[in-house]
């Protein structure tokens, strides 16, 4: 009974989907069941072969308790303390064929490749640029051709290498971030139903101002 009041009155700072907030044990354990309920068998997947917000990508997944999967291979070999790691073999297009065989409709992935983006909307999952890009059934026809276009060109002009990408910003990482974020905000909708996802988000989004405005602050902590 003891342990029970502690966990209940004992606070400190969580990351949610709305931010820091403070609460204690037993109210982030209510967040985290309600999160489950809202995301059901959401999943996101990366295209993480020299992926620049690999570490952005989780952070902000954890916040919603979305379970993420990095693929990558024997060359590009990485760790995380939140996402699951599957290592395929080098060989030409193994990650992108695994990543597109494990990928599930409405689902989210992450990648460069305007290939596997193809293929992942095919399935009906969300695809995403490390730019923040959203790949939609819209943009991609036009995204592939133009890949086959200027690869052509270069092969027509004897430059087979394709040019470095300009040095990342931090204002590419804050833009990718925001569109990511909004990104899940309609997967998640999406899969419970254009008007129940909203009602569900927001039902959620109260639950945690209630507690930003309940929540003692450090001042009334030391009083």
Same mark, same amino acid.
């Given at each position: 009974m003891e342990q029970e009041h502690k966990d209940?009155?004992? @606070? &400190?700072i969580y990351e949610t989907s709305i931010g820091p907030v403070c609460m204690s044990k037993t109210e982030y354990t209510m967040y985290q069941e309600e999160m489950a309920k809202r995301i059901g068998n959401l999943h996101i997947y990366v295209d993480a072969d020299a992926c620049p917000v690999v570490d952005i990508v989780g952070r902000i997944a954890e916040k919603y308790g979305i379970p993420v999967t990095l693929l990558c291979d024997t060359n590009h070999v990485l760790q995380s303390? /939140?996402?699951?790691?599957?290592?395929?073999?080098?060989?030409a297009d193994a990650v992108? /064929?695994?990543? +597109?065989? +494990?990928? $599930? *409709?409405?689902?989210i992935v992450v990648s460069q490749d305007y290939g596997v983006a193809a293929m992942a909307l095919g399935k009906g999952a969300y695809a995403i640029h490390q730019s923040g890009k959203w790949y939609t059934n819209d943009n991609i026809d036009q995204m592939l051709m133009e890949r086959h276009l200027n690869k052509k060109a270069r092969r027509a002009s004897g430059k087979? $290498?394709?040019k470095g990408t300009k040095k990342r910003t931090p204002e590419d990482d804050e833009h990718f971030s925001e569109s990511f974020e909004k990104m899940i905000h309609m997967a +998640? &909708?999406? @899969?419970?139903?254009?008007?129940?996802? *909203?009602e569900c988000l927001s039902t959620l989004i109260e639950f945690l101002n209630c507690?930003? /405005?309940?929540?003692?602050?450090? @001042?009334d902590k030391r009083q």
């Open positions: 209940i009155t004992d @606070r &400190q303390d /939140y996402s699951e790691v599957i290592v395929v073999g080098a060989g992108d /064929y695994k990543l +597109i065989s +494990i990928c $599930h *409709k409405g689902d087979n $290498h394709i +998640i &909708q999406n @899969r419970e139903g254009e008007n129940n996802g *909203k507690l930003l /405005y309940t929540s003692p602050s450090p @001042r």
